[in-house]
């Protein structure tokens, strides 16, 4: 064996690509319409579910989070006590996703809005010269639905990476690989994943990437838009810090209110690039 002297520095130049998450992120303030889809199909099938239950596993591909769902003790005791005792079986679990995406198609429509900023930061996204992909725990078949609807309003992304379209996705790195690829944009400590779910933070970071949290506008706080501006300067203080701290701990390198606040998380990124710091 012959040990090399070449020494590689570390990624020290501008910031290429970001990685937005779709719901809860850039479009559908609050995550909304997969929290009401996960309620709807288990109530469909017998089975009363909270809201704050099926928020639980967001952001992993939605088959895979119905079985978590289901996999919770106290969901799996109420299915069993509707279904004369039997446990959720993995035809339960495809008959209930059929039932999810069946509602989500219609219930992304009521859902779709940009959240604030949304398009602006894209646009300034642009102007500086970094690409921009996505990853999804939605399907492709939703996903046609939900970018069709985001490009009326002004936002379509560079690359689009869905749910099932690698061996595995979240909270594993191969979405936000293919975006790259697609993307042709490396390496990844010069770029930033964007989402409001702890299975993406968990993504970006295992990614090797910068990890932005958003709190406000996604699953953590998890209501909508004017329910949101409808809260006492309080109530929102206190939603706020619990959403930061788990977001903070679930490791991401930043948090912010909302995808509008990016910008100056590009900046103190660049600089810390510039002092040889990586993800
Ligand atoms: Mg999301």
Not at 99 to 109: D, G, H, I, T, W
Not at 186 to 209: F, Q, R
Not at 231 to 247: F, K, N, P, V
Request: glycine fraction near 10%.
């Amino acid at each position: 064996m012959r040990t090399g002297t070449a020494t590689r520095r570390g990624y020290r130049g501008p910031l290429r690509a970001v990685v937005l998450d779709w719901a809860g992120t850039m479009i559908d303030f609050g995550s909304m319409a997969p929290a009401r889809a996960f309620v709807r199909a288990f109530e469909a099938h017998g089975v009363v579910v909270s809201v704050e239950e099926a928020r639980g596993p967001m952001g992993v591909d939605k088959r895979t989070h119905i079985a978590r769902m289901g996999a919770e003790p106290a969901i799996a005791a109420r299915w069993m006590a509707t279904h004369r005792g039997a446990a959720m079986t993995s035809e339960d679990i495809d008959q209930v996703h059929a039932k999810f995406v069946a509602l989500e198609m219609s219930l992304v429509r009521e859902h779709a809005a940009l959240v604030p900023g949304a398009r602006e930061l894209a646009n300034a996204l642009r102007a500086r010269g970094l690409k921009i992909g996505t990853t999804s725990g939605y399907s492709r078949e939703i996903m046609d639905v939900v970018a069709e609807l985001a490009r009326a309003q002004g936002y379509a992304p560079d690359a689009s990476i869905c749910a099932g379209e690698t061996p595995s996705g979240r909270p594993g790195p191969l979405q936000c690989y293919e975006a790259l690829v697609a993307l042709d944009v490396w390496p990844v400590a010069g770029c930033i994943k964007v989402d409001d779910t702890l299975a993406g933070i968990d993504e970006g970071l295992n990614a090797g990437m910068w990890t932005v949290a958003v709190a406000v506008t996604g699953n953590e706080v998890g209501m909508t838009r004017e329910a949101w501006e409808g809260l006492g300067a309080m109530a929102q203080r206190a939603l706020r810090q619990r959403a930061y701290d788990r977001l903070l701990a679930a490791g991401a390198h930043y948090v912010i209110d909302s995808v509008a606040e990016l910008p100056s998380c590009i900046e103190a990124i660049e600089a810390r690039l510039r002092r040889g710091e990586t993800p």
